[in-house]
T-cell receptor, first 111, second 114 residues
Framework: GIQVEQSPPDLILQEGANSTLRCNFS?????LQWFHQNPWGQLINLFY???GTKQNGRLSATTVATERYSLLYISSSQTTDSGVYFC?????????????FGKGTKLSVKP | DAGVIQSPRHEVTEMGQEVTLRCKPI?????LFWYRQTMMRGLELLIY????????DSGMPEDRFSAKMPNASFSTLKIQPSEPRDSAVYFC????????????FGPGTRLTVL
């Protein structure tokens, strides 16, 4: 099956710093989503981005489908950005419609 | 829109008891997914439905697990009998279509089996 690898596994930032999270996937995809799992365990949709670039406030994401990777940028980080960031994909052309998740990047933003 | 609704949010039960988790998808979404999150295995699919029909149940761990979707607005995931290794967070998600549209997740049910 398709493999989803996220890096780095852990990231500690000072409030106000910028960061880039990476997601590599091993096959073509129909769907790529970024999620933030907050400290209460809820999965928050950040981006639906199978290709191209999107921005939402301090967050932006870019997916280069031909090179099989996606990047999530967090600018001017805040303590509320802490949590785990997941990348998840649906393989292109497969019979499966479910998301395959990476192991996540755990982000800690210190005041 | 109320989003995906799950109940209960927390469930603590004893080994051997039956557990039923419930999900109401977003109205108009034809696909419903059940995922499980554990420390060891991360987030993984258990089963998903299209128009109330199970499409893929290959992730259901064993016969103790069963899922139903009697109508477009309700699904259940049942574990009977429950075991301590079933302790996990169970998420329900829904989407307009499988693979080509965004999936939206409910708040999850945190299950603890003692």
């Amino acid at each position: 099956g398709i493999q989803v690898e996220q890096s780095p596994p852990d990231l500690i930032l000072q409030e106000g710093a910028n960061s880039t999270l990476r997601c590599n996937f091993s096959d073509s995809v129909n769907n790529l989503q970024w999620f933030h799992q907050n400290p209460w365990g809820q999965l928050i949709n950040l981006f639906y981005i199978p290709s191209g670039t999107k921005q939402n406030g301090r967050l932006s994401a870019t997916t280069v489908a031909t090179e099989r990777y996606s990047l999530l940028y967090i600018s001017s980080s805040q303590t509320t950005d802490s949590g785990v960031y997941f990348c998840a994909v649906v393989r292109y052309g497969g019979s499966q419609g479910n998301l395959i998740f990476g192991k996540g990047t755990k982000l800690s933003v210190k005041p | 829109d109320a989003g995906v609704i799950q109940s209960p949010r927390h469930e603590v039960t004893e080994m051997g008891q039956e557990v039923t988790l419930r999900c109401k998808p977003i109205s108009g979404h034809d696909y419903l997914f059940w995922y499980r999150q554990t420390m060891m295995r991360g987030l993984e699919l258990l089963i998903y439905f299209n128009n109330n029909v199970p499409i893929d149940d290959s992730g259901m761990p064993e016969d103790r697990f069963s899922a139903k979707m009697p109508n477009a607005s309700f699904s259940t995931l049942k574990i009977q009998p429950s075991e301590p290794r079933d302790s996990a967070v169970y998420f329900c998600a829904s989407s307009v279509s499988a693979g080509y549209n965004e999936q939206f997740f409910g708040p999850g049910t945190r299950l603890t089996v003692l």
